[in-house]
């Protein structure tokens, strides 16, 4: 699947970003929230993900990138958001946390820094709809995917296979048409794509090909 970030949209011209990505192939919005505390950057926030959810016609991927997110489950449950993953550097109750976004009837997801080890997701994994894998260090669209990401992915899926799970992974950060293959063979399910689809001249086109990658 690819969700197209909106971090890297034209604010000026979001409606017309918006519908671009309802109009081509792309499967979520990846709405990416951040707080200036937990990342070093501030994005936007709730009135811009209930503007886009008027329009939107997939799912609202939304990913917290702040402190204590947990207080604001509900707002993010009002505003639209389908998906919600938070981090778990940032999650004391990670389990508690996973269990009250289903509880709102939204799917729950965990995000996880390049840093921090997959292993910690274990006991964890069956009650994790999706892991956003972090594949740069969160904060900032457009910059390098970090090799070794590719192991974690391949560690972190032999713990969803051992344990049974169903849950998805999202490879979020420096995704391009030259390493999404090799980021889908070592097991990803989701890719997240901020600057390499806003930058392309044809974003329709350039969502159609990592599809095409990603099948
Ligand atoms: C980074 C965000 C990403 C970002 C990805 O903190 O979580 O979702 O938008 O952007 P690209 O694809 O440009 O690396
Ligand atoms: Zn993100």
Redesign the pocket.
Known sequence: MIAP?V??ADFLNLGRDVQMINDSQADWF?I?V?DGRF?PNISFGLPVLKAIKKVAKKPLDV?L?IVEPEKYFQDFKDAGADILSVHIETSTHLHRSLQAIKALGMKAGVAINPHTPVSLLADVICDTDLVCM?S????????SFIANTLNKIKELKQIIVAKNASTLIEI????TLANAAEIVAAGADVL?????VFSASNPTDMIAQLKLISK
């Open positions: 970030s971090l890297s990846h990416d951040m990342v990913h990138m972090m740069v260090n969160p904060g900032f669209g457009g910059q979020d950060g420096g995704v997240v794509a901020g600057n390499t």
